[in-house]
């Protein structure tokens, strides 16, 4: 009643704002009128927007909680209260990272790498291509290796397809024409291959890793695909010995820790690295500490990294062993993650692809594969490159 009344004794006003719209520029009244745009909702969004979001949603998808759970599993952390006490007792199942699977990588990172090569087909962007292709297989070779068979081929469609199949891993990884299924492989050396390209547009602040520097992604993306090699090894030894001899040939690929594909957070609370804020700043800071059988593991070996990895601040390691229960140490005395691993103030980096580990995958190619190398001397190297 209120709207009709209105409309009623202003109906003079508006009969002479659309004579007026009549004599003055189309352009003007349009945008007089166009009151359901804001600046703050775009109907498009750039590769420059969208390059940082699917980088952030990679790194945190890696550093959340599939980090937390794989730590514990593998006694480098310890449960003590929550959701870690019960995956230290092999007691999870597949709701328990639900949040993961859907917001932080299927409607997270990969959605993102997706709108990404879209927005960068439409002006030949190949730079944001290629980094996109990247990213998105290094993101669903996370996913199926956590989870096994997942939607590949047929995800990231929408409406269009809601259902989609799970592929096998062996698909996944290897591919399968018969099926549509492109292998990891080839979607890395697609964007690799789109990095030579011309490119209208580059990333420049909005890449968090590199800055922009593609020579160093073409280092990662070719690290990556020895990674991935790595992972089939056991299944399809010469296909891996195959590739990862192509990229020693290529002699391309991440040697120094400053080519680390490794994305950087903020420094303020809220924007900060997953671990860094589980580790210093969450409710749940205690639900998790450093496991006593890490520590002993290292200490017996002598390995000097213990301190650069673990705090002490009571002057010795203070832990809880794998199974435990009571009262955690006070925070004041307990020993976490330091800041080498965390990221000083939460900026991180989180290190998704490393020097030391190439140079660890190309020390067990050696023994297991035949590859070219000295095994001692890059195990060594990778020891040494933290």
Known sequence: MIHMTFLSRH????????????LATLSSCSDFLDINQTPNNPTTV???TLLPSGLVGSAFANANDLNRFASVIMSVTAGANGSPATWDRYNT??????????????????????????????????????????????????????WGDIPYSEALKGEANTQPRLDSQQDIYLGNSEKGIQSLFDLVKEGLADLEKTSTTKPGSDDLVYGGTMDNWKKAGNTLLLKLAMQISSVNPDRAKTI???????????????????????????????IYTYTYNS??????????RFVNLLQGLNDPRLPIFVT?????????????????????????FSTYVTGENGVGPVRLITNWQRAFILAEAVIRLGT???????YEEGIKAP
């Open 46 to 48: 750039t590769p420059a």
């Open 312 to 336: 002490r601040p009571s002057g010795s390691y203070v832990t809880i062993d794998n199974g435990f229960a009571g009262s955690p140490p006070p925070a004041t005395s307990r020993s976490m």
């Open 11 to 22: 109906k003079k006003w508006v009969t002479g704002l659309t004579f007026a719209c009549s």
């Open 283 to 292: 409710s749940f800071s205690t639900d998790q500490l450093i496991s006593t």
């Open 93 to 146: 199942d597949g709701s328990d990272f639900g949040n993961q699977w859907r917001f932080e990588i299927y409607a997270g990172a990969l959605i993102n790498y997706d709108k990404l090569i879209e927005a960068a087909q439409t002006t030949n962007s190949n730079a944001y291509i290629g980094i996109a292709k990247i990213m998105k297989a290094y993101t669903f070779a996370l996913t199926t290796d956590t």
């Open 244 to 274: 990862i001899n192509e990229v020693l040939q290529g002699n391309n690929y991440i040697t120094t820790n400053d080519q680390n594909l490794g994305v950087k957070f903020g420094g303020q609370v809220g924007s900060q690295s997953p």
């Open 372 to 378: 070219a190398g000295d095994a001692q001397k890059l």
